[in-house]
Nanobody
Framework: QVQLVESGGGLVQAGGSLRLSCAAS????????MGWYRQAPGKQRDLVAR???????NYGDSVKGRFTVSRDNAKNTVYLQMNSLKPEDTAVYYC???????????????WGQGTQVTVSS
């Protein structure tokens, strides 16, 4: 089994910064990609940022230039540095990882429990 544990959400004023962390643990053979999605009330879950094993990154259009995704391979951890936050960034942020399990040898997507980010105007 694989677990993802997130931390770092909270309340911040517009223009401020937050840093999210997500650590993967369990029967991990290889992490192919890790990243973040977010879901605001009444909306679908959308990609925020993603980093794959070769270091390439993808960002949602609304966060380009403000958010940075990074990864510590030794710690199986992905980070999301969020700067210049806006009220429209308010959402539950979910960590996602595509992982090959070292026991079952299956590759699956895993999700964290979600962490609330609230940006006040």
């Amino acid at each position: 089994q694989v677990q993802l544990v997130e931390s770092g959400g909270g309340l911040v004023q517009a223009g401020g910064s937050l840093r999210l962390s997500c650590a993967a643990s369990g029967s991990i053979f290889r992490i192919n990609a890790m990243g973040w999605y977010r879901q605001a009330p009444g909306k679908q879950r959308d990609l925020v940022a993603r980093i794959i094993s070769d270091g390439n990154t993808n960002y949602g259009d609304s966060v380009k230039g403000r958010f940075t995704v990074s990864r510590d391979n030794a710690k199986n951890t992905v980070y999301l540095q969020m700067n210049s936050l806006k009220p429209e960034d308010t959402a539950v942020y979910y960590c996602n990882a595509n992982i090959r399990d070292r026991v079952t040898w299956l590759t699956s997507d895993y999700w964290g429990q979600g962490t609330q980010v609230t940006v006040s105007s």
